[in-house]
């Protein structure tokens, strides 16, 4: 009797979430994907906005199946993404009526925080929501790594007491934290109490690029109107 010829198995094809996300965004089939895909996020500290918005749209089509805690960790991850306006997406897939509860309204409440430089607030309001925000590793790391870009486009040289109420940490903390700064940033000291912030052409404006690259003010004001 002849050898029987066995049919080669067919292999399901294997996708990242993000392959997901181009390939059919809008397959209903994907929510749960999204969804542990925001705990991978926050487990292994990675961060996606396609994909968060994604899970967003399909919370709009579906809304009875939105989990408060995904969401408010997708919003904690966009806090994390500042000064990227990822906040400010997310915020305007979520309803209205869901913004007004809380975690999110304390959320947004942080943002405007951030967004204003309003850091003592923030840092005051975020105590307030330590377990919240604790549940996303490297919050604080981000939201301090922020201040410092504020600072460096503001400063060319930050009184040590300002950097301290921006990035929330006094004392030897604060002195290590300098230290890794004048390491591996440029940062310099200026007695004592002064830390000279590495150049950049926004602290230091004779740094800007040719007046080529600049678009002209008539051009800005023209876009006034429009954001009225």
Not at 115 to 138: H, I, M, N, Y
Not at 207 to 213: I, N
Request: charged letters at 20%.
């Amino acid at each position: 009797m002849g050898r029987e010829l066995q049919q080669p198995q067919k292999e399901e094809a294997s996708y990242t979430v993000e392959q997901l996300v181009a390939l059919n965004p809008y397959n209903p089939d994907i929510l749960p994907d999204l969804e542990n895909y925001v705990n991978e996020q926050v487990s292994s500290q990675i961060y996606s906005l396609d994909a968060n918005l994604c899970l967003l749209r399909h919370y709009q089509f579906e809304p009875d199946r939105m989990s408060i805690q995904i969401v408010s960790h997708i919003l904690i991850k966009a806090l994390m993404a500042m000064p990227a306006p990822d906040f400010s997406l997310c915020l305007f897939l979520i309803p209205e009526r869901v913004q007004t509860e809380e975690p999110f309204k304390t959320l947004i409440v942080l943002s405007h925080y951030l967004e204003t430089g309003r850091f003592r607030q923030f840092w005051d309001e975020a105590a307030k929501s330590r377990r919240l925000l604790e549940a996303v590793p490297g919050f604080e790391q981000a939201i301090q790594a922020y201040g410092v870009h504020v600072l460096s486009l503001t400063y060319q040289k930050v009184p040590r007491a300002v950097l301290a109420e921006v990035i929330n940490i006094e004392g030897p903390s604060l002195d290590k934290f300098i230290e890794h700064h004048v390491a591996k940033s440029g940062w310099a000291l200026d007695k004592g109490q002064l830390i000279v912030i590495s150049k950049n052409e926004f602290n230091h404006p004779e740094l800007k690029k040719s007046g080529g690259d600049i678009i002209p003010m008539e051009n800005i004001t023209r876009i006034f109107p429009i954001l009225g």
